[in-house]
């Protein structure tokens, strides 16, 4: 794999640990729109946070990164990383979701 020459890549991200209740949603929709990210993110009712990314293999690289390490009031455990083979769906916009 050489640069972003068009390869588009989607994972499937649960963040375990306390990253609810403490702005983690919005501040990854926020950090996801800046870096040209789409998707989206909501709660789970186990308490962990699940994020679906689209963008090239850079941009995912540096979100997980963000969302392990990123917000300094989340204490993140866990990040299970999931690629998503194609075909998958296409998204246009990073949002947030209601919790499932």
Not at 2 to 30: F, K, M, P, W
């Amino acid at each position: 794999m050489s640069s972003d020459d068009g390869i588009l890549e989607t994972r499937l991200v649960r963040v375990r640990g306390q990253v609810q209740g403490i702005g983690y949603r919005e501040a990854c929709v926020r950090r996801a729109r800046a870096s040209a990210v789409t998707g989206w993110v909501r709660n789970r009712m186990d308490g962990s946070v699940e994020v679906m990314l689209q963008g090239s293999p850079e941009q995912l690289d540096d979100m997980c990164v963000w969302l392990d390490e990123g917000m300094s009031a989340a204490l993140v455990e866990e990040l299970e990383v999931t690629e998503v083979p194609p075909p998958f769906t296409r998204f246009d916009a990073f949002e947030r979701l209601p919790t499932l």
